[in-house]
């Protein structure tokens, strides 16, 4: 039995808790719970250009261009960090 608990459409991160004995018999993870306990799973789509990031600035530098793409100025950063 599936239940759903949450979900965050807006980055599609899902939230569900399951039986162990419905995770997939190919997860090396199953092993480690008896079938009948209730585990959580989270799902969220696999970020190409996140995951080839090959340190810490370059992952920062893709997120920055992201939100100044999406319309983030340093003046409304200010203002989010700063409560004004």
Excluded: C, Y
């Amino acid at each position: 039995m599936v239940r759903h608990m949450a979900t965050r459409t807006r980055s599609r991160l899902i939230k569900k808790i399951v039986s162990a004995r419905e995770l997939p018999a190919a997860w090396p993870e199953r092993e480690q719970f008896a079938p009948d306990d209730r585990v959580i799973v989270w799902i969220e789509p696999d970020d190409e250009e996140l995951g080839r990031a090959a340190s810490l600035q370059q992952l920062m530098d893709i997120i920055g261009g992201r939100a100044k793409a999406r319309g983030l100025t340093p003046n409304k950063l200010d203002r989010i960090l700063h409560d004004t």
